[in-house]
């Protein structure tokens, strides 16, 4: 028997960056200065600046932009636990990168890890996206089942399972070209490339995943202090072990983000807190569930009025 309402922590990932993401929060708030200003210390370079000024193209590099996502999440966030109505959640949740933030919010690792993994981990499946090229093309307005049927055809993979009506697949970039063509005449309402690296969520990136096993081996981690619901076993994440596992597990695997919430649907969440750039997570919420309550804590406006009354 669950208790209800209860309340999750979710954190966007890669896409969701934006140039001048966090200057309103970091000139509005003490708490937000010292996440960048660690994030800065901890990279060697002033990730602030590419934040706040860009240029687009280097923010938008997978090397940049993954440490940048978690910093300006993790400086919301840090203002949010100073206030007087701030309480924790019952879980956290983060889609794909965002798995780091959320960890993070819960303890399990601390902000100036999380931020320097952010980076290590993009630097990697940069890499391994030089080695062997790949794509990923978002399909809307198809089934899950014959999005899989497309891509079994066409030799690639479903990376991410977002919500219903909308699945990412990656592979092979000429094998990519030849899906997107598929769900095109299956009917397909939108067939979008996306502005990735590599082909993330698999096989291709077995060298990052082998790559990061081994920093996060030199890592130190904690239990997290509630439950993060993981991307790939969309179980909860309770133990170190579980920790480690999904971190390396997540880059060849894909991301069950419509099963993850759903799961915490059934666990009793009623209210999904959006902590970071954007609102991309909300809408696929409302997606899974149209009642679901949804909150975006994402600029300086939104932090003052969960600050001022408390978001739920």
């Avoid at 000139?27 to 200003?37: I, Q, S, T």
């Avoid at 602030?48 to 240029?55: K, M």
């Avoid at 769900?183 to 309402?189: C, D, E, I, R, V």
Wanted: charged share 15%; aromatic share 6%; hydrophobic share 45%.
């Amino acid at each position: 028997m669950t208790h209800s309402p209860r309340v999750a922590f979710v954190f966007p990932g890669q896409g969701a960056q934006f140039v001048g993401m966090g200057k309103d929060v970091y000139d509005g708030f003490a708490g937000a200065r010292a996440v960048f200003d660690v994030a800065d210390k901890a990279l060697g370079f002033k990730l602030s600046q590419l934040c706040f000024e860009g240029p687009e193209e280097d923010l938008r590099l997978t090397v940049n932009v993954q440490p940048a996502i978690v910093t300006f999440s993790l400086a919301l966030l840090a203002v949010m636990q100073s206030g007087k109505h701030f309480l924790a959640p019952d879980f956290a949740a983060g889609h794909s990168l965002g798995e780091y933030s959320a960890l993070s919010a819960v303890g399990a690792i601390s902000a100036y890890e999380a931020i320097l993994l952010a980076r290590e981990r993009g630097r990697l499946m940069y890499q391994a996206g030089i080695n062997k090229p790949g794509a990923m093309a978002a399909i809307i307005g198809l089934a899950e089942e014959i999005v899989g049927q497309l891509a079994a055809e066409a030799g690639v993979y479903v990376a991410n399972n977002n919500c219903p009506g909308q699945i990412v697949i990656s592979g092979e970039s000429r094998r990519i070209e030849k899906a997107m063509g598929l769900a095109t005449s299956h009917g397909a309402l939108k067939v979008i490339p996306l502005q990735v690296s590599g082909a993330f969520h698999t096989h291709l990136m077995q060298p990052a995943a082998e790559g990061l096993a081994q920093i996060i081996s030199r890592v130190t981690f904690n239990a997290p202090s509630v439950p993060v619901i993981g991307n790939t076993s969309t179980k909860p994440l309770v133990s170190i072990g579980d920790v480690k596992d999904e971190l390396v597990q997540q880059l060849t695997h894909p991301v069950q983000w419509q099963k993850s919430i759903e799961y915490l649907l059934s666990q009793g969440v009623a209210t999904f807190i959006e902590i970071g750039p954007g609102k991309v997570l909300s809408g696929l919420i409302k997606r899974i569930k149209r009642d679901a309550m949804t909150v975006n804590i994402g600029d300086a406006q939104s932090l003052k009025d969960f600050m001022e009354k408390g978001a739920v």
